[in-house]
């Protein structure tokens, strides 16, 4: 109350506020602690220790590096839990006996490699250990830092890895292929019997993909490894089958027995008896073609000897022309030609000539163009 006893609105006291007295006497000895405070403290604490763990983590990880982890094997060698050096002192000491054998095989028939000596194979050492290593890493940080706490084992069977000399490969494929190829045969015929040989088809070492097939066996690792040659199939030109077409028409003519048979197609269609060169004057042998073709034909006297006072003349048909009827000339002057003596037939008797009777000679002219094959032995 105010003086003069009115009410007025002053200052109120704490203990004239009841609630206000009762929150002040809440308050713990020596100051008051936001609960904010006590949040942000522990948020902090937190991420230290988690920073701690991390900082920890990767230097374990760093550390580490140059470790291969347990249950890593290179070439069938364990290298788990070795550092680098350790690791490649291993790995060149069991590899050095090794000796991987390339296997060459093309039907039967086989080549043997020593890679070692002949292709100037050496275990690469350091990119087996590099890869050891890169394969124990795999899995990222948090990956392999589990793998750790477990204790378990990564159980990774790597492959051998080597180098070795590529001109010394090329110089075995280019070996291989001279052994290895084979030219075609084509089928031919044995003269004069005409027995038939057959054709054989040919082979090449196809040598780039063998090449590749040898790098390929090398780069795996494998200590042996077979390889079948690879081929292309050269075929013959002619074969059996295509023989009669070869010769649609053949004269031969056996010397020693005085016959000259006709082939159609490799059948045999006639038989003549002939008369051959006289001794001193043979018949020439070889395979040769009818050259040229004439009836009643003139007599060009070749320049020989014994030819005499005749030489370089030229005899017109008649008598004294000894060519009777019909010429089919083959090989230098000499020929088949028609004979009035036919006494002489079945003998040695001409100048190199191949005598006929008329009637023969002229049924073999009208069987035979131009161009027909004629083989001469016996």
């Known amino acids: 109350m105010t003086s003069g006893g009115q009410r007025g609105y002053g200052s109120i006291s704490e203990e004239d506020h009841p609630r206000r007295s009762a929150r002040r006497g809440l308050r713990r000895p020596g100051g008051s602690v936001p609960r904010g405070s006590l949040g942000r403290a522990a948020l902090a604490a937190a991420v230290g220790t988690l920073l ?10 760093r550390h580490s590096r140059d470790t291969i982890a347990p249950g890593v094997r290179v070439a069938g060698v364990d290298v788990g839990g070795l550092d680098r050096s350790d690791a490649a002192a291993r790995l060149r000491a069991r590899t050095a006996t090794v000796r991987p054998r390339i296997v060459l095989t093309l039907g039967a028939q086989r080549i043997v490699v020593d890679a070692r000596r002949e292709l100037r194979w050496r275990p690469d050492v350091g990119a087996m250990v590099s890869e050891a290593l890169a394969r124990s890493r795999s899995g990222g940080v948090a990956g392999r830092l589990w793998r750790a706490v477990r204790g378990a084992r990564v159980d990774a069977e790597l492959p051998l890895r080597a180098a070795w000399s590529q001109s010394a490969v090329d110089r075995t494929v280019r070996r291989v292929a001279e052994r290895f190829d084979v030219a075609p045969r084509d089928a031919a015929l044995v003269f004069p019997s005409l027995a038939r040989i057959p054709h054989r088809d040919g082979r090449t070492v196809r040598r780039r993909e063998l090449v590749r097939a040898i790098d390929d066996a090398l780069a795996r690792g494998r200590v042996v490894a077979r390889i079948a040659v690879p081929v292309r199939v050269r075929k013959a030109r002619t074969t059996l089958a295509d023989l009669p077409n070869r010769w649609p028409l053949l004269i031969v003519v056996d010397r020693s027995a005085f016959t000259l048979r006709l082939y159609d197609h490799l059948r045999l ?3 003549y008896p002939v008369a051959i060169g006289a001794i001193g004057y043979d018949t020439p042998t070889g395979l040769y073609r009818i050259q040229s073709k004439a009836v009643n034909p003139a007599w060009h006297v070749p320049r020989r000897p014994w030819a005499g006072d005749l030489a370089g003349k030229v005899i017109p048909p008649g008598p004294d022309n000894p060519i009777k009827a019909r010429w089919l000339g083959f090989y230098d002057g000499a020929g088949i030609h028609g004979t009035d003596t036919v006494s002489s ?7 190199g000539c191949v005598r006929m009777r008329i009637p023969d000679v002229i049924d073999l002219y009208d069987r035979v163009p131009v161009g027909t094959a004629i ?4």
């Open 52 to 61: 701690l763990l991390v900082g920890i983590a990767y230097a374990y990880d």
């Open 375 to 378: 083989y001469i032995g016996g």
């Open 269 to 271: 269609v006639r038989s």
């Open 345 to 351: 037939i079945g003998s040695r008797a001409s100048h």
